[in-house]
C-alpha cells in the first residue's frame, strides 16, 4: 500500500507530471530566448510559457464538424499520459539505479513512439486535409528516426550487456563515462540528430511547418486541447535528453554539486538543439528520410562495428 | 456558455491576420511589427498560422462585400475570448472607401451582425505606424 502511494506520488509530483512539466515550460522559455538572442532580439519574460499555457487552458474548446470527436479528445490525453510515463521511469531510475524490471530500455522506446502517435492520431481525427498530410509526414519522420537511434541505443546496450537502464547507468558510476570513448562519441552524434527529430526542432518540423502547412496535425486543435499538445512538447524537451544523457553521458545525480553539473550536461545538450534549429533551413520529407536511412545509419552502425572491436 | 476568462489573454495575445480588401499598405506596416527590430515577442505577441490558435485578429482594410462571408466565417472559427483589432482608417471606419459600391461596411459592423458582444480595438492611421500597433494592443489588452 505504502508502495504503491510513493508509485503514485512519483507519477503526478517528482519526477513525474508537476516537475516535468515546470521544468518544460522553463526550458521551452530557454528555447525561445536563446533563439532570440541568435535573432538579436531581446526575446519573451521568463514566465511566457505559463502564460501561453494558462490562457489556452481558458479558452475555448472547438471540435471541427469534419472531425471524429472522440479521438480528437483522447489523442493528447495519450500523449501526455505517456509522455508522464516516460519522465517517471527515467526519473525513478535516475534517483535510485536499484528501481529496476525487465527490459525496461525497451519499454522507454515503446513509450516514446507514442507522443508523435498521439499527434499522428489527433491530426487524422481532425478531418483537415492539411493535418492528415502532416500526420502522413510524421509517420514517415518516425520510420526515419526510428532505425538509427535503435542503433545507437543498441551500441550501449552491447557494450554494457544488459536491458536495463539502471545498469547503465551504475556501470558508468563504476567504469567512468561512456562518452569518452569514439564509438561512443560516434553514437552520441546520431542519437543527438535523432533527438532533433523526435523534438520536432527545425531542420526535421517538417510535419508541422508553420508556412507550409500550418502546423499540420495541430491545425484544428484549440483551447485546452492545443494546451496539452504544447505542454507534451515541452514535457518531451525534458525527457528525451534526459534519456541520452542517461545513456551515454552518466545520467542525473541528486548528490549536492551534482545537481548542478547534471543541469549543466542537459543545458549543454538543448543549447545544441537550439543552435542547430536556429541556423538550418527545412528539409523536405524525402530528403530527412535519405539522410536519416542513409548517413545516420551509416554511422550508427560504424559506431557499431567500432565498439565490437574495442573502440 | 460558462464566461470565460480574459485574464491570460493580456499575457500572450497569439495574433491572425486577415486581410479584407485593404491597399495592402497596412498589411505591410503589420509584417514590419513582426520583425525583430520591434521584437514583439516581448510582450508574447505571437503570429499564429491557424485562426484555432488565435486570440486576436488583425483585420485590415475596409470589407468587401465579396471577403464579408469569409471574414464573420474565419470569425466564428477563433474560440472565444478573442479580441478583434481594426488595423487602419479603412477597417475603423471604411476611409476613402466610404460609399464605394463594392464596400459592405466597417469591420465592426459586420462582425456585429453575427456576435452582438465581439470585443474591439481601434487603430486608426493610414497606416498606422507599428509603434501605433503595438501600443494600441497592449493598452487595450489592459482594459478588458
Redesign the interface.
Given at each position: 500500500m505504502n508502495n504503491l502511494l510513493w508509485y503514485i506520488l512519483a507519477f503526478l509530483v517528482f519526477p513525474g507530471l508537476l516537475f516535468t512539466s515546470v521544468f518544460g515550460l522553463v526550458v521551452t522559455w530557454v528555447d525561445?530566448k536563446v533563439s532570440?538572442r541568435v535573432?538579436?532580439?531581446?526575446?519573451?519574460?521568463f514566465?511566457?510559457p505559463f502564460?501561453?499555457f494558462?490562457?489556452l487552458?481558458?479558452?475555448?474548446?472547438?471540435i471541427p464538424s469534419a472531425g471524429k470527436k472522440a479521438g480528437f479528445l483522447f489523442a493528447p490525453l495519450l500523449g501526455l499520459t505517456a509522455t508522464t510515463l516516460l519522465a517517471t521511469i527515467i526519473g525513478v531510475t535516475n534517483i535510485d539505479p536499484e528501481f529496476r524490471f525487465v527490459g525496461d530500455v525497451v519499454v522507454i522506446m515503446y513509450l516514446m513512439i507514442l507522443p508523435p502517435l498521439s499527434i499522428v492520431w489527433g491530426g487524422f481525427a481532425s478531418g483537415n486535409p492539411l493535418s492528415i498530410l502532416g500526420a502522413s509526414r510524421e509517420i514517415k519522420l518516425m520510420l526515419g528516426y526510428e532505425l538509427p537511434f535503435i542503433i545507437a541505443v543498441a551500441t550501449v546496450l552491447f557494450k554494457v550487456g544488459t536491458f536495463s537502464l539502471g545498469d547503465i547507468i551504475q556501470y558508468q558510476q563504476v567504469n567512468g563515462v561512456l562518452l569518452t570513448q569514439p564509438s561512443m562519441i560516434l553514437a552520441f552524434v546520431v542519437a543527438l540528430l535523432c533527438l532533433q527529430a523526435k523534438l520536432g526542432q527545425v531542420p526535421f518540423d517538417i510535419a508541422e511547418a508553420?508556412?507550409e502547412i500550418?502546423?499540420g496535425p495541430?491545425?484544428?486543435?484549440?483551447?485546452p486541447a492545443?494546451g496539452i499538445f504544447k505542454l507534451m512538447q515541452a514535457m518531451l524537451y525534458v525527457v528525451v535528453p534526459w534519456f541520452i544523457i542517461s545513456l551515454f553521458w552518466g545520467g542525473t545525480s541528486f548528490h549536492e554539486w551534482g545537481i548542478l553539473w547534471s543541469l549543466l550536461k542537459y543545458l549543454v545538450v538543448v543549447v545544441i538543439v537550439v543552435l542547430i534549429k536556429n541556423t538550418n533551413p527545412r528539409i523536405r520529407i524525402d530528403q530527412a528520410m535519405k539522410f536519416f536511412w542513409s548517413w545516420a545509419t551509416l554511422l550508427a552502425v560504424v559506431a557499431m562495428i567500432l565498439m565490437f572491436l574495442g573502440y | 456558455m460558462p464566461k470565460l476568462s480574459t485574464k491570460w489573454i493580456k499575457k500572450s495575445p497569439w495574433v491572425y491576420h486577415v486581410g479584407t480588401g485593404g491597399c495592402n499598405n497596412c498589411d505591410i506596416e503589420i509584417l514590419d511589427c513582426l520583425t525583430p527590430r520591434f521584437d514583439v515577442e516581448r510582450f508574447g505577441i505571437k503570429l499564429v498560422v491557424s485562426p484555432r490558435h488565435a486570440d486576436v485578429l488583425l483585420v485590415s482594410g475596409p470589407v468587401t462585400y465579396h471577403i464579408k462571408s469569409r471574414l464573420q466565417e474565419v470569425y466564428q472559427q477563433v474560440p472565444k475570448p478573442c479580441v478583434v483589432a481594426c488595423i487602419g482608417a479603412c477597417a475603423c471606419s471604411m476611409g476613402i472607401f466610404k460609399d464605394a459600391y463594392s464596400v459592405a461596411g466597417p469591420v465592426d459592423r459586420v462582425i456585429k451582425e453575427i456576435d452582438p458582444n465581439a470585443i474591439f480595438v481601434y487603430v486608426p492611421g493610414c497606416p498606422p505606424k507599428p509603434e501605433t500597433m503595438i501600443m494600441a494592443l497592449v493598452k487595450a489588452l489592459q482594459k478588458i
Open positions: 525561445r532570440a535573432q538579436w532580439r531581446a526575446g519573451p519574460p514566465l511566457q502564460y501561453d494558462f490562457k487552458w481558458h479558452k475555448e474548446l472547438l508553420e508556412c500550418m502546423e495541430l491545425l484544428e486543435y484549440s483551447g492545443l | -
